[in-house]
């Protein structure tokens, strides 16, 4: 048995994770009602991911932030930079194929059991009472915003502590490290519960419908991961960008798509920058902000479904308009990204810019929570990916420039 374990760890956690993934869907379509237990392992796999999460990401920044030594750089600039780049130019693309290839719904009454935030000003007002939120509340409720705030202050006051202080913060952060590796060497069989469970709670058919919406979703969120973000790191690197493009999407974006939460997702993302040698100081702060701001999956998804809204309706619409819903979704995708019910929420307020009523807005949503099996799979894993694509570019981009300056200095 020690063995087997052994010759099952040295695999590659990519090739192991397809291999639950085959297993899953074997499963789901040979023996669904025998196996229903083995959806319980994707509950449980998520359940601990979203359980250590909180906790990695308090102690790590904490961490970071008391160790960091003055005019050391940590990128954060160029990152939210790229963050807020990606992010404006995913609601931009998704415009351009709303127009290029338009949709219309056949709207039918759903989601009436949720409410949508009132306007922009509720999304900036939820945002700061996150900041402001009790630590202990923002831990077990998983509020990033607020785990973070707290995180950087704790870490600022403990700059001048004794070293005794920071190395047993050093301590927890490796035993919370060690702790995440435990929870993601069980990947493989949590995301063959989680295939599972998908295939034989959604299935396939009830998608077929919405066929077009979906190729236009997808096909907006395949355009940003494989052409705008490569050429965005591209600009900053000045070499190849897919190898790295394509590990982000491999070693991040497939846990991201079957656990379906970008916070889930933070120990994979961190894991990832460890294995790519990137500063800690940096990434240790940048995953989990980015797991609340870099919502380009978002963008899209609510630039499309508030667009064929609009489509339906024969609302005419000019280039200005249109422009602005970019920056509208992409500023509300970042600000109420903490939200339940994620991107899918913030249609209401961005077909709002149209004078769409918030009774047809609803039932746009209806539709969104028809198709969010793949839908929401397909944001988070291209909001998760680029969280760790955007850390590598911007330390890399660094790395070049001091060569070149190093070659004038020459």
């Known amino acids: 048995m020690k063995n087997a374990i052994s010759k099952w760890n040295q695999i590659s956690l990519v090739k192991r994770i397809l291999l639950g993934i085959i297993a899953g869907i074997a499963l789901a379509l040979t023996i669904p009602k025998a196996a229903g237990w083995i959806s319980i392992f994707g509950t449980l796999f998520v359940g601990a991911l979203k359980a250590v999460a909180p906790i990695l990401v308090f102690f790590l920044v ?5 160790k960091h030594r003055s005019g050391h750089k940590t990128n954060m600039k160029s990152i939210i930079a790229l963050y807020g780049l990606s992010t404006f130019l ?18 039918a009454p759903g989601a009436e059991d949720v409410t949508p935030p009132g306007g922009i000003a509720e999304v900036l007002k939820t945002l700061l009472t996150n900041v402001v939120d009790n630590p202990v ?3 077990i409720n998983g509020n990033y915003i607020g785990i973070l705030t707290w995180a950087i202050l704790f870490g600022i006051a403990l700059r001048n502590a004794a070293d005794t ?3 047993m913060l050093a301590n927890f952060s490796d035993a919370i490290s060690t702790l995440v590796k435990w929870v ?6 949590g995301i063959m519960g989680l295939v599972f469970d998908a295939i034989v709670t959604n299935g396939l058919s009830a998608l077929l419908d919405y066929g077009k919406l979906l190729a236009i979703l997808l096909g907006s969120m395949f355009f940003i991961a494989l052409v705008v973000n490569p050429l965005i790191v591209f600009l900053n690197i000045r070499r190849n960008p897919y190898p790295l493009v394509l590990r982000c999407l491999r070693e991040s974006g497939i846990t991201a798509f079957f656990t379906r939460s970008s916070a889930a997702n933070i120990p994979v993302n961190m894991s990832l920058c460890e294995k790519l040698g990137l ?52 500023v509300s995708a970042a600000g109420a990204s903490g939200v339940a019910g994620g991107s899918l929420l913030l249609i209401p307020l961005a077909a709002s810019l149209f004078g769409i009523p918030d009774d047809v807005a609803m039932q746009v949503v209806g539709v969104g929570f028809i198709i969010g099996v793949l839908q929401d799979s397909c944001e988070t894993a ?29």
């Open 137 to 139: 509340n923002a831990l």
């Open 382 to 410: 291209l909001n998760s990916s680029s969280d760790v694509l955007f850390t590598a570019t911007a330390e890399y981009a660094k790395k070049r420039k001091e060569g070149q300056a190093v070659k004038m200095s020459a």
């Open 62 to 66: 904490m961490h970071a932030i008391s």
């Open 184 to 189: 993601i060497n069980l990947a493989p069989i």
């Open 279 to 330: 500063d800690e100081d940096t990434y240790s702060v940048s995953i989990p902000l980015g797991a609340t701001v870099n919502m380009a999956g978002a963008a899209v998804t609510i630039s499309v479904l508030t667009l064929a809204a609009v489509h339906t309706l024969g609302i005419q619409v000019d280039f200005g308009t249109a422009l602005i819903l970019s920056v509208l979704s992409a």
């Open 90 to 107: 995913a609601g931009l693309v998704a415009v351009v194929a709303s127009f290029i290839f338009p949709v219309t719904l056949s709207l």
């Open 165 to 167: 202080t920071k190395n």
